[in-house]
């Protein structure tokens, strides 16, 4: 399967999960393109100042991985600073947040997928 830039959706959101400020995201395959437990991919934008608010995640698990930015990453009320080339999971059952502290975007891609599926 392939797609031109021109037929990714993309959407703006403001306060996301409770957040503040902008976060754009472009949902580069959603679950009607995909299968094997993989539910969406994305490519997200914090904008300068911007957070995904603390919230949970029951039947799904995300993986991020930072492109671009600086940021503060919080899973289960452990916190780290992000940069470009770092990644993190958040397994089921798991809350987290992150936010951008930098002076410029935190970009990062997002996957997230079933708990648990077979192969």
Known sequence: MFKRANEIWEDSIQNI???RGLTR???LWDPRELS???QTVQDATLTIGASAGLHPHTNNEE???IL???GRATIDGRTWDVGPG???IVRAGSSHAIENTGNTDLRL????GAAKWES
């Open 17 to 19: 999960h409770g957040g």
């Open 25 to 27: 995201i472009k949902r």
């Open 36 to 38: 094997g437990g993989i």
């Open 63 to 65: 993986v991020y991985y």
């Open 68 to 70: 671009a930015g600086q």
């Open 86 to 88: 770092d990644t993190m």
């Open 109 to 112: 891609i997002v996957i997230a």
